[in-house]
């Protein structure tokens, strides 16, 4: 007996030795990037030989995956010397899995990393990313999008400053979430908040749900808070707190007003009964159905919207408490794409992130029902689509853009969408749920 | 040889033949958990190197209130998950010990259905019955005029777990009835006709003769069905994301949760042992219980 257990506990002894701190223990990671920052440079891909890219991607839905075929047949056809192989994966399973695939020893050389500190400040942080700036300036991609949409994949290189620093990823499409409405039901588009509220009364007193709204997948209340938020807070105090970078933090008055007008909307019935057990889906598909003049939502769902609704549908931006002032929204850019630090084919790699975003990749984007990030020579036909052009264009000229508060921190999206349930579900008091969000903030931020 | 040697080959040999499931055993079970035990002592993101922490991981578990809370629903989903489809289980098992139904193969197939869907199906099915507006379960209230009685099931802060928790008891009694069933039909009829010689009702019957001959089945159920409570992940992952606030989370979504998503590897890690230390203590619990009953 004492001699098995004794070689029981050799056995667990020799196999947690074996294991030695887990990550490895070179820690200098800022050199490893500042390494992979050299040896940029612009390529002639035909004469680059034969290459093979491995490419982690999660554009599999609809009109996301139209675009990406069409333009890796096109680069295929172009360079018949570079060989794509791609690895397409749901937004969710690339997230959660990108980490491993990213520090392990065969990883891919181009991928999507999404914004904010979950995963691309994570992989920054580990040395995984290229700084992308020297292909951004032999490329000229500092003209090609805003500097909002850019500042969106800069990390310092140490991965604490967000918003700020390298460039390590670019997007193909913009997103904006707004406002969509029933042509049906609605006849002039609001030029202020209130006048938005009063037709929420209207709707409300004619039986109509005013606004659809699902929020048991969690995200559906970001959007709302957001939406409302962006009207009371001003674009840089969101933009502050999002980034960390200073500032009055969460618990203000202005973030107060907020939650308790979204309180007052769930009170007074504006939203589908229920929402907090509805699912997104089958909440904006109610809107689609008739069911009520509006929903809040991001322009992904354009596609299967206008398929249900047609040209009934549109869109536009929630309008500011006051008239006439510049629209501020809650948006931002699809997932970037990035090379990892470990690719052996960056410079390839970059002219074909250069080929899927630059002006002909556009056109393609408009004629596959998607949002280009950058210009475009095409435009869109249906009605909602050129609503939605227009905004995006006034939001870029006027800097109107704000980020998505998930973004703050590695757990803030459930820290933040946990906190929206309650407010709603009238367990946080408007002062109450301004201070937990605080508190969930100053636990990462304080450590920065 | 001495002659105080046992018979046969000596003991020593014993130990090559086990050597092969030992070395897979080692491989796939031993050594992935005490690697997890060894990252549970380390503060690590995944990427960046570890830190060493010792004991503060678990120190955490216990002291944060939202990690308390997910254990605490894991325990009440035992009660969903174990409890409610043993005695349904037990249930059918009476009622089928008294009278041979006919068909019985085929009603016990369609009562083990639900044992056999994947459970991101089961998980995708019930949400859609839940849904509060269009949903099977409030249209069918509303249908027999019971529409007062329709609820916000996975959207309420106090009805979200019981409702999850009623997945898992349709999930697990089909699992009970089948062990159940058969156990019945391995006690001896003239048990029965004993008791009832001697003036049992069925509800005696069920208590002298029954339940005492499925007291195995019973420790078997149990044993399963309880660890499929602690660990249950599919279910929350699906329909509520933990929410709505965090009055579904369970430890398991949490190990997920900060492995994968928030880059918190080492209570993730240290959740993951707990959650094992658990489950190997309540099955002893469980199995030492229906042993010692035995033994009476």
């Given amino acids: 007996m004492k001699a098995r257990t004794l070689a029981l506990f050799g056995l667990i002894a020799t196999l947690a030795a074996g294991c030695g701190t887990p990550g490895g223990e070179s820690g200098d990671n800022a050199k490893k990037s500042e390494e992979s920052k050299k040896n940029s440079a612009k390529v002639d891909v035909a004469k680059a030989g034969d290459v093979t890219l491995t490419i982690w991607d999660q554009e599999v839905r609809g009109g996301q995956k139209k675009q990406i075929t069409r333009l890796n047949e096109a680069f295929q056809s172009t360079y018949p010397n570079v060989k794509i192989k791609r690895v397409a994966k749901s937004f969710e399973d690339l997230n959660t899995t990108l980490k491993l695939a990213v520090s392990g020893p065969k990883a891919p050389d181009i991928v999507e990393a999404n914004q904010g500190r979950q995963v691309m400040g994570q992989l920054v942080k580990g040395g995984l990313l290229k700084p992308l700036d020297a292909y951004a300036d032999a490329y000229g991609w500092n003209d090609r999008w805003s500097k909002t949409l850019l500042d969106l994949n800069r990390f310092s290189s140490d991965g604490k400053q967000f918003g700020s620093g390298d460039l390590y990823g670019v997007s193909q499409q913009g997103e904006i979430v707004g406002v969509f409405y029933n042509r049906d039901m609605v006849e002039t588009v609001p030029k202020t908040f209130g006048e938005f509220e009063d037709m929420l009364a209207k709707a409300k007193a004619d039986g109509h749900v005013p606004i ?3 929020n048991l997948d969690k995200f559906g209340g970001i959007h709302e808070f957001q939406t409302i938020q962006n009207q009371f807070t001003h674009k840089e105090d969101v933009r502050d707190f999002v980034f960390a970078r200073g500032g009055d933090g969460f618990d203000t008055i202005e973030n107060r007003s907020a939650a308790e007008k979204l309180k007052e909307w769930a009170d007074k019935g504006y939203f589908t009964p229920n929402f907090n057990g509805t699912g997104y889906d089958p909440a904006w598909q109610q809107f689609t159905k008739g069911k009520g003049p509006f929903t809040i939502a991001g322009t992904w769902i354009t596609s299967d919207a206008l398929s249900a609704l047609g040209d009934e549908l549109g869109f536009f931006l929630m309008p500011g408490r006051e008239a006439g002032t510049p629209p501020v929204s809650l948006g931002g850019e699809s997932l970037p794409w990035g090379i990892t630090a470990k690719s052996k084919n960056a410079d390839v790699a970059a002219a074909y992130i250069d080929f899927i975003t630059n002006a002909k ?3 393609v984007q408009v004629e596959t029902d998607n949002l280009p990030a950058t210009q475009a020579t095409t435009e869109p036909s249906a009605p909602v689509q050129k ?4 905004a995006w264009k006034a939001l870029n000229d006027t800097d109107g853009l704000t980020p998505y508060m998930d973004y703050a921190t590695p757990t803030f999206y459930d820290d933040f969408s946990g906190a929206v349930q309650k ?4 367990k946080l ?20 | 040889m001495t002659a105080l040697a046992p018979p046969g080959e000596p003991r020593r040999v014993a130990y090559v033949y086990l050597l092969p499931g030992l070395v897979i055993f080692g491989l796939f079970v031993l050594a992935p958990l005490v690697h997890s035990a060894w990252l549970s002592l380390f503060t690590w993101d995944g990427v960046t190197p570890g830190e060493w922490s010792g004991l503060e991981n678990y120190r955490a578990i216990v002291s944060d209130p939202q990690l308390r809370a997910a254990f605490g629903h894991a325990f009440v989903l035992v009660a969903f998950y174990a409890v409610g489809p043993i005695a349904i289980g037990l249930l059918l098992a009476a009622a089928m010990s008294r009278s041979r139904v006919r068909g019985l193969t085929l009603f016990r197939t369609a009562l083990f ?22 949903g099977l379960l409030n249209e069918s209230l509303r249908a027999i005029g019971l529409g007062g009685l329709a609820q916000n099931w996975l959207g309420s802060f106090t009805l979200a777990l019981p409702s999850v928790g009623l ?17 019945v039909q391995k006690i001896p009829q003239s048990l029965y006709d004993a008791a009832r010689m001697d003036g049992a009702g069925p509800v005696r019957e069920f208590f002298a003769v029954t339940l005492p001959g499925l007291r195995n089945e019973i420790a078997v159920a149990l044993t399963l069905t309880t660890i499929q409570a602690l660990r249950s992940f599919d279910l929350i992952y699906i329909t509520t994301r933990g929410g709505p606030g965090d009055s579904t989370s369970v430890p398991a979504f949490e190990v997920y949760n900060r492995a994968f998503r928030s880059g918190d590897v080492g209570t993730a890690a240290a959740i993951g042992v707990c959650i094992a230390a658990m489950i190997f203590v309540l099955t002893l619990l469980i199995n030492r219980i229906a042993e010692r009953e035995a033994a009476r």
């Fill in chain 2, 167 to 183: 997945i898992g008891t349709w999930v697990m009694y089909g699992l009970a009835m089948v062990l159940f069933t058969a156990g």
């Fill in chain 2, 113 to 134: 259905l639900p044992q056999v869907i994947a459970l991101v199906v089961v998980a995708v099915m019930w949400r859609m019955i839940y849904d509060p507006e269009g």
């Fill in chain 1, 429 to 448: 008091e408007p002062t109450a749920f301004t201070k937990s969000v605080q508190e969930d903030y100053a636990k990462f931020a304080d450590k920065l």
């Fill in chain 1, 387 to 390: 609503e939605i052009f227009a």
């Fill in chain 1, 212 to 214: 659809s709204f699902g």
């Fill in chain 1, 361 to 363: 990749a556009a056109d």
């Fill in chain 1, 423 to 426: 407010l709603l579900a009238g």
